[in-house]
């Protein structure tokens, strides 16, 4: 899927989450040179700029299992159309967070654009949580769930059909923190799981391998779904929910240099970049980095 144009999409959402900051991501990623090294790419680049978001403050959790949920909804109902409207015109959106709850939105417009996809969950979390899972009320714990019909007719009901995913195609890459009742969840539904101890063992290579072959399997392209708590928070230290023994930088430019080398990107997030928590923009400037890898940056052309 050869494609050169790339629409970039801001979602400075922080509602998913307890930790405050990562609003701020999208401006983040972009003070560290996203347009200018796509564009250096060859890719054409448009951006629309931020969602509105509401505030934090300025709202009541009225469910403290499903915190923030009107507003979530509202964001992701304002989300979807774009991500579908630019598949359509086969442009590549690029989607920057913002909490992981964007992935609700996501998924809906890939959904919603009438393609056949699939998913490669890059995350340390399974982001399988529903209403009767969470210890949290954190809605950005669900949206894989939401994205396969689970959860409240709020949130699956984004953008059509309850299930946006199909379950054979859709691949988490990283995990190493999963809830006990969202590990169940996982095990009995049909999605493939990577650990950090698969790619301890197998390698980083071929892991991605497998998870592009299944991911792409009768599709028409590939979302890429990259949470940056993936990685170890000595590589990101800039992220809400860090967990020790995550990938390391190489790991993880190899994996989005395979992800470009397949030609089957049809869409792309990037999420929970939280510069309060970051050293000097560092988690940012990695996750442009990871971008432009994704995007067809090469060590060696």
């Known amino acids: 899927m050869e494609r050169r144009k790339v629409r970039i999409i801001g979602v400075p959402i922080d509602l998913g989450a307890d930790r405050r900051g990562v609003d701020m991501g999208p401006s983040a990623i972009r003070y560290a040179g996203l347009h200018e090294r796509l564009k250096k790419l060859g890719w054409e680049v448009e ?10 403050e300025t709202r ?17 109902q304002k989300l979807y159309p774009l991500v579908a409207q630019a598949i359509k015109e086969e442009v590549i959106p690029l989607i920057i967070g913002g909490d992981h709850s964007l992935g609700i939105g996501s998924l809906a417009g890939c959904a919603a654009s009438g393609k056949q996809f699939g998913v490669i969950w890059f995350d340390t979390h399974g982001d399988y949580n529903s ?27 984004i953008g059509g059909a309850a299930r946006k995913i199909k379950e054979e195609n859709t691949v988490i890459i990283g995990a190493r ?16 799981v990577f650990t950090m101890s698969d790619i301890d063992r197998l390698g980083m290579e071929a892991v991605v391998r497998q998870g592009l072959e299944i991911a792409n399997r009768g599709t028409h392209g590939v979302h890429i779904s990259f949470d940056l708590d993936v990685l170890d928070p000595s590589e990101a230290p800039g992220v809400g929910t860090p967990v020790q023994g995550g990938m390391t ?18 869409s792309m997030d990037v999420v929970e970049v939280n510069p309060i928590l970051d050293a000097q923009n560092k988690t940012a400037e990695l996750a442009v980095g990871l971008i432009s890898s994704a995007f067809g940056q090469k060590i060696y052309p």
């Open 60 to 76: 009541e959790i009225k469910d403290p299992l499903l915190k923030y949920l009107p507003e979530i909804s509202e964001v992701n």
């Open 249 to 266: 930088y190489r790991e993880a430019h190899l994996a989005m240099e395979m992800v470009a080398d397949c030609r089957c990107l049809l």
């Open 177 to 192: 923190d999963f809830d006990d009742e969202e590990r169940a969840m996982i095990r009995q539904s049909g999605i493939t």
């Open 47 to 56: 951006d629309v700029g931020n969602i509105d978001v509401p505030i934090a």
């Open 131 to 157: 209403m009767e899972t969470t210890s949290s009320g954190n809605i950005h714990g669900m949206p894989l769930a939401v994205a396969n019909g689970i959860g409240v007719k709020e949130l699956t009901s």
